[in-house]
């Protein structure tokens, strides 16, 4: 056994699974997952002192690549001043007016732990402000392990929630309406029936928890305009998708403005940070000035606050998004071109610094497309691709992450492992 091997089986005698989260456990590719030990800027360096190109960049967060020293510096210099106070912290204050000024649907935010507290509390609000019950989720997305969004669709089009997991009672289920994406019909159909019942609808903004999904045109302004219409929430999950596809995420490329956005991963900077914000009279609704309540021990934490700071500031240097965007092309047009000379039917959709590799024939518009990709073939991939020093993500159904930190040399080198791994199959 190499010394990864042996830690997960270590692991697994003390955490369940041998993992603090599913995904990391190689379920879906098979083999043993390696121990990272240390990681720096596009690479990974295993336990066994394997070196990996990274495409996970901690699934999201690392947008300036692994230990980047002006974060790290900024964290530093927090720590000399304390780890946690209790009260309120001047890194707090420069957060939150960092957020809207890279947000302006965000008249005011609350920074939480995660990107799950962050939809969790979204929802509470949006309930709590309309009055109402109901929330409007869609198939494929993920929120976090929000008991009542913890719920996918069954075959119908139109259903009420059966929970994905165990310990969701039917009872909450039942107040989350499924709803198929990029299908104007069945949210119209939906609002017809419930109409004055659904409190909100939450969205991913870029559903890519099941691969990398893109909206049709116009149809998440028609997600906007039904529910101003219906007095819903209209909430955008861009934990994701903030500050990774453009400053202001996807709501900036799309010129949309939701009620409320919940943000994460890279708004952490690689500490465990998450942020809800939106509309001033929605967000009023919060204790202490509203009877909705929310709360955290260590939210705006001054560490991670401070590395959170850092690392959105980093987000104005020149052109970082469109070289983000460059590379991400390159790499798709270049693995895509090597499946097509082999036969192989492959989709690669991608947005800056974001791509999904399906493989399938045709565009994937929804979840139950994506479900019918040859996931076989991905996790072939997957393994040829770790031999070879690149880390996919361990799933097919997860997308894939670019940082600043993968230069060009680096995006060929892996670019040329993945077009490899292709003609294998
Ligand atoms: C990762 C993710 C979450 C959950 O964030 P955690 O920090 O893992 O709790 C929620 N929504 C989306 C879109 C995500 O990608």
Redesign the pocket.
């Known amino acids: 056994m190499n010394l990864s091997e042996q830690l997960f089986a270590r692991a697994q005698k003390s955490i369940p699974g041998g993992v603090n ?1 599913p995904v990391r456990a190689f379920r879906s590719v098979g083999g043993t997952p390696f121990t990272t030990q240390s990681a720096q800027g596009a690479v990974l360096t295993t336990a066994d002192g394997a070196q990996l190109i990274d495409f996970v960049c901690t ?2 967060p690392a947008i300036h690549g692994h230990n980047n020293e002006a974060i790290r510096n900024a964290i530093a210099e927090a720590l000399n001043k304390g780890t946690s106070f209790g009260t309120p912290n001047v890194y707090e204050v420069e957060m939150a007016e960092l957020v809207k000024d890279c947000f302006p649907s965000i008249d005011k935010v609350r920074m939480v732990n ?6 969790m509390s979204c929802i509470r609000l949006a309930r709590g402000y309309t009055g109402r019950n109901k929330i409007i989720k869609f198939e494929g ?5 929000v008991d009542s969004l913890l719920i996918k669709a069954g075959s119908g089009a139109l259903t009420l929630g059966n929970p994905d997991s165990a310990g969701i009672p039917e009872s909450f289920a039942q107040e989350t309406i499924i709803l198929p994406y990029n299908d104007k019909d069945a949210l119209a159909d939906a609002f017809r029936r419930w109409g004055k019942e659904i409190a909100g609808v939450i969205v ?2 870029y559903p ?2 099941c691969g990398l999904i893109l909206p049709r045109e116009g149809y998440m302004e028609y997600l906007r305009d039904i529910c101003t219409e219906y007095g819903s929430v209209f909430i955008m ?5 903030g500050f990774r596809v453009s400053r202001g995420g996807v709501q900036e490329k799309h010129g949309i403005t939701p009620d409320l956005t ?1 943000l ?2 890279v708004i952490g900077g690689g500490l ?1 940070v ?1 942020a809800f914000g939106g509309k001033e009279e929605i967000m009023n609704y919060i204790a202490p000035l509203g009877p909705v309540y929310q709360a955290g021990t260590l939210s705006g934490n001054p560490l991670a606050m401070a590395a959170g700071i850092r690392a959105i500031q980093l987000l104005h240097q020149e052109h970082l998004y469109s070289h983000l965007e460059s590379a991400t092309r390159y790499l798709c047009e270049s693995v895509s071109n090597a499946a097509k000379k082999r036969g192989i039917a492959l989709q690669t959709p991608h947005t800056c610094s974001m791509f999904g590799l399906y493989f399938t024939t045709e565009r994937v518009d929804r979840f139950d497309q994506a479900q019918h990709t040859d996931t076989n073939k991905f996790a072939q991939l997957f393994r040829y691709c770790l031999e070879h020093g690149v880390f996919l993500p361990p799933s097919a159904y997860e997308t894939c992450f670019l940082s600043t930190a993968h230069t060009p040399e680096v995006i060929e080198q892996a670019t040329q492992v993945i077009c490899e791994g292709i003609h294998t199959l």
């Open positions: 989260s699934w999201g995660s990107g799950t507290e962050a939809t997305c993920y929120h976090g392990h991913e903004a890519a928890n999950d861009e934990v994701m998708t919940a994460g991963k465990p998450g």
